[in-house]
């Protein structure tokens, strides 16, 4: 190939621009050419120096260059020949994609499951960061522990206990990056240990129905009515052995499990030597009455109890956490390599804010908030839309309308997306998604106050409009 | 079944002690004696108005406990009837098992794997922290991008053009938890596509093989000599099309791969249409000339590099990236629930740490660190064990000292235990750990610069007393 080229203009060929050492800015030129084509696989290069004649640099200049080119295989050089191209052009992939544009902002976004971000106690969380950051020992900066930071299992456990009526101590917790990681990691455990079918609730948060698929179990949908998941029907199934289920506050239909029912599920768990997953999810938040104790309070050794920081703070931080039987805590840490656990800052700083009354002052004040918001939401419904009835107890972030048996839910969100309303029909959360549904999941967390009316307004339009 | 605990004190046999409300006290109270058992299964409660009055009470208070106890499952009440425990104590479980004691610290830890943790930035990842939690967007703290922030993707992006050669824009790079967590989504990826067979470096990181199999990988280990990888034993196996490789600095050998393979494992990429890991760990520390460039740079359709702050900053932190090729990036993002990444707060304070030199700043000060320090090391290798061979290059944080033929390194190890040195012999990174080793794999990154001359001492007179 073309020894001409020694005869080019070097300094014009190549963008010796940029920052750095002549030397630096010389190996980043030689190779941006190369990889460009402009210097073909066997192109010879001049002789170090011809071109540092060329280029009016010292030849030191060229010769660093041409050894770390070779060094990196970009150039290949033989005693006595000529320094020669001898890298291939990587076969052209498809031009990287821009990401999927996110689905445009609407004016008005009722999908459930975001709690209020504009609540995020921002100086207060940024603060534990950084006192945290300063305070860390240098062996905690080390390796993390892979069940989470003894410090951090120690105040949630407490906070458990005391807030939850849950039986657990340090040792009992399980610190994670949310509930779909906490889920996954059971899962995977149980499906190790033996367990090949594990019952959801029917409709249910479908996202940790996955999990389960993952992992290799198969998912069985059990139905939920009025008292919450039907417990008797585990017993159809007696390779059953394990059922994910939310009892406080069951989602998306926002019943609780009745007393009978947590006693016959405890029952059930004891006889079939089962595990029941009790997704706590958004217990924090209840309106009418104390909230009703974890399961896992009464059955300890058949109960995980799952929990996040994803409905009281944000999704953005991925902090959760788990109280798990002795004989899954063993399993789960020791099986494989996915120990994830939030960084050691971000575990200190959610325990410092634990400690210092920070988390509780924080969950009282959205609480009231939360509280207020749902009830403009109620009377708002009850005012613009009085056909419609709304279920599910006062609790939680989001509530459940019905629109009568003669609409398709399905038809609702759509015309009320070109109207700039967000809505979810019950269908997205149910197994089996082939009948139609007639009621909406309407989440109110994250809706601006001053939204309220003017949503339900939208709402009223676009039903009346079908 | 006794009834006749309505007779008894019950201000006496409840705990009516602690924080709250009376009838929250009572609630707990009464659930704490339930679940202890001294108030067994079936026993009936007194009524309402006598437990009162016996308490000094208002009946309101205990009409609240007993109804929310009846709710959660612990009681049960009937119309003309008394009330009754109907809670059926936990099967006991092993009482919680204390976390196994970590080992003692020793006087000296030459573990290879940790940075300098003293050299942590405190306050400057602090401030960034805190910086993050008050400028943040409300709707960065929704659910965060399963790939990552893309601000945080785009300064990693230009970053790694810059410093490592690397061609990636913010939609090549993918955020993770980590190096672990990297690779064990690229294995499931490549699994998922069809790919049985992963070739590894023996002797290698065995952690990462983990994740291999883990995926449902096959590991074929491939040996390294002073030119690297064998690259050419690839092609003995047509069904290996990705291979897990330490190019720059092969861990735990120290060696570069040589100009020729690194030419000929990009050839064998294309041929094979495989998948090349570039785990870059350490590529930041070179003392004796410039880095080389990633193989990445060359063939960006075929590798997937590899990077993390736990060899920069801390492994604490949890922070990892790779640049993915754009048909990879597709599987790995549209596969499953497994899509780890740092918390978002965490992704934009290192984003600006990058941003405003911070991250430039720290490396150039603990490469400067690192570099004193090997030499510190070599140095006293050499005057207190003269015998002892070191190998690998100038660059990250551990060096391979051998110890010569008749020595096992495994008894030098156990030896120096005794003596409050940890060291790691280099059969903790054969793949085949049936041939005894007779080189350590001294790691520095951690060791402090007081403590180089003495823990050579010590090795020395272990040596010595074998």
């Not at 060929?13 to 050419?33: M, N, T, V, W």
């Not at 009464?298 to 109280?323: D, E, F, H, N, Q």
């Not at 924080?362 to 839309?385: D, F, K």
Request: hydrophobic content about 45%; charged content about 20%; aromatic content about 6%.
């Amino acid at each position: 190939m073309a020894d001409s080229q020694t005869n080019l203009a070097w300094s014009t060929l190549l963008d010796l621009a940029g920052p750095g050492a002549k030397h630096e800015r010389l190996i980043r030129a030689l190779r941006a050419s190369v990889r460009a084509g402009r210097l073909p696989t066997g192109a010879a290069l001049p002789p170090s120096r011809t071109l540092a004649a060329d280029l009016g640099w010292s030849r030191w200049v060229v010769t660093q260059a041409y050894t770390q080119l070779v060094a990196e295989g970009y150039l290949d050089a033989r005693a006595g020949s000529a320094t020669r191209v001898r890298w291939t052009p990587d076969t052209p992939s498809a031009l990287p994609e821009a990401d999927p544009t996110p689905p445009a902002p609407m004016r008005f976004d009722l999908t459930p499951g975001l709690p209020d971000l504009r609540a995020f106690p921002r100086a207060r969380w940024g603060d534990a960061l950084r006192d945290q950051a300063r305070q860390v020992t240098t062996a905690d900066l080390g390796f993390p522990p892979p069940g989470g930071h003894r410090r951090l299992r120690r105040v949630l456990a407490e906070h458990l206990r005391r807030s939850r009526g849950a039986m657990a101590g340090a040792d009992d917790i399980v610190v994670t990056t949310g509930v779909t990681d906490s889920v996954a990691r059971v899962f995977r455990a149980i499906r190790q240990e033996g367990i090949t079918r594990v019952a959801v609730e029917d409709p249910g948060w479908v996202q940790l129905h996955m999990a389960a698929r993952e992992a290799g179990l198969t998912v069985v949908p059990v139905p939920v009515d009025r008292h919450g998941l039907r417990v008797a029907e585990l017993d159809g199934d007696p390779a059953i052995r394990a059922v994910l289920t939310t009892p406080s506050h069951q989602f998306p239909t926002g019943v609780s499990l009745s007393a009978e029912r947590r006693a016959a599920l405890a029952d059930w768990a004891q006889r079939v030597d089962g595990l029941v997953l009790e997704d706590d999810y958004d217990s924090e938040f209840r309106y009418d009455h104390r909230p009703l104790s974890a399961i896992q309070g009464m059955s300890p050794s058949r109960v995980v109890l799952l929990c996040s920081v994803s409905k009281t703070l944000s999704p953005a931080l991925g902090i959760g956490w788990m109280a798990v039987p002795s004989r899954w805590r063993r399993v789960l840490l020791a099986s494989g390599t996915a120990r994830s656990a939030p960084p050691v800052l971000d575990q200190l700083a959610f325990a410092q804010l634990i400690e210092n009354g920070g988390y509780d002052r924080h969950l009282r004040s959205v609480r009231q908030r939360y509280r207020s918001r749902r009830a403009a939401l109620l009377h708002a419904l009850r005012t613009r839309l009085p056909a419609c009835r709304v279920s599910g107890s006062a609790a939680g972030l989001h509530l459940v309308a019905h629109l009568g048996d003669e609409v398709d839910a399905a038809d609702v969100v759509a015309a009320a997306a070109t109207r700039g309303l967000r809505l979810t029909g019950m269908r997205t959360f149910q197994v089996d998604r082939q009948q139609p549904a007639h009621s909406l999941v309407l989440g109110y967390g994250n809706l601006p106050d001053a939204a309220v009316d003017e949503a339900v307004t939208v709402l009223a339009a676009v039903l009346q409009g079908l």
